[in-house]
């Protein structure tokens, strides 16, 4: 089986920056991984993702420009660096891992087969 764990978290005002670990046990190597997000009564959606093998990262438009995912593969860990954070940006985070290695990084949540239990980001005006 495979556990991850996230961490980073927390209250912050617009403007400031997080940064989001996810720490992937059970697996090394030839997988995909993501981070989703999701605010009570709304689907959770897509952020960021990457591919292990090839480092291809994707990105929801709403975080283009303003989050940057990165991996270190000796640690199994992704991590996402969050600027500019707005009240949008108010949700769970959610890390993501998929199985089999892909080519391009997927949107869908069912795409993937193992969840973290969240990390809450609270932005305030």
């Known amino acids: 089986q495979v556990l991850l764990v996230e961490s980073g978290g927390g209250l912050v005002q617009t403007g400031d920056s997080l940064r989001l670990s996810c720490a992937a046990s059970?697996?090394?190597?030839?997988?995909?991984m993501a981070w989703f997000r999701q605010t009570p009564g709304k689907e959770r959606d897509f952020v960021a993702g990457?591919?292990?093998?090839?480092?291809?990262?994707r990105y929801a438009d709403a975080v283009r420009g303003r989050f940057t995912i990165s991996r270190d593969i000796a640690k199994n860990m992704v991590d996402l660096q969050m600027n500019s954070l707005n009240a949008e940006d108010t949700a769970d985070y959610y890390c993501?891992?998929?199985?089999?290695?892909?080519?391009?990084?997927?949107?869908?949540?069912?795409?993937?087969?193992?969840w973290g239990q969240g990390t809450q980001v609270t932005v305030s005006a």
């Open positions: 993501a891992l998929r199985w089999s290695a892909t080519v391009a990084v997927p949107i869908q949540p069912n795409e993937y087969d193992f």
């Open positions: 059970g697996r090394a190597g030839g997988y995909t």
């Open positions: 990457i591919t292990w093998d090839g480092g291809r990262a």
